[in-house]
């Protein structure tokens, strides 16, 4: 039905990877519209609203999981924009593996196979103090349906870590919170998700706290934390499990990556280039 709505506006209607890409388009191509095609973007919204249940996220705020911002000149992502009132060489060097990185991945995206079991697994990660301009750490975790990726998240910590340890009970508490959303939602899909959904975390100290039902002083500052991973860890909403730092899907939404590490990644979280034929 999608395709034949689509085939109606006189897009191609035979080509599957297009379809998984139109939606994806309506908000990269606002980065850098005429208005004519601005036109074209809000006839084809319009259009596409009147066939199915829609909702107008409004400007573009979020692109590839990074915040966006605007002026008159042009968007900015979020990581490259904080530079701007001072930008180096260094940070324009940076702004172009961006563009780099996006022109080469355009055609990128995520397979779902047919086959894929329907169970919930997540994986928690941080970096500690990666940030050098500030020392912040910052969060990454991701979620698969069976092998199949379906959220993820790459976020710099409001405050400043004074451990490892507690940079990754702070990426924990994230992960946790996100649960409880995702086995909402999939169980208001009819999907089963009654078992403890295990979290895999590659740091034993955080996994050791959860477990520890006396909390000493070193743990103060992070308490609320604590009690809310330990509390859905008694309820049974969770499990925690030790992985290897090499097993560590998260890993690649906390920090930059070796070329190596960076495509073993990539290709187990099942991002796929889909190339129109």
Known sequence: MVLSKLHELGLPSSAPPFLSMVFQLVHMIQLYSSDAQIMGI???KRFLGQHFEMKDLSPLSYFLGLEVSSSSDGYYLTQANQFMAAPRSLHYAAVLRILRYLKDTLFHGLYFSSQSLLTLQAYSDADWAGDPTDRRSTTGYCFLLGDSLISWRSKKQSIIARSNTEAEYRALADTTAELLWLR?????????????????????????????DVFHECTKHIEIDCHFVRHHLLQGTLQLRS????????????????????????????LVSLHPT
């Open 184 to 212: 909402w939602l999939l169980q208001d899909l009819g999907i089963d998700c009654s078992t403890a959904v295990p979290i895999h975390c590659d740091n034993r100290s955080a996994i050791q706290i959860a477990h520890n």
């Open 42 to 44: 809000q006839d084809l």
């Open 243 to 270: 992985v290897s730092s090499q097993d560590q899907l998260a890993d690649i939404f906390t920090k930059p990556m070796p070329p190596g590490r960076f495509r073993d990644l990539i290709s187990k979280l099942k």
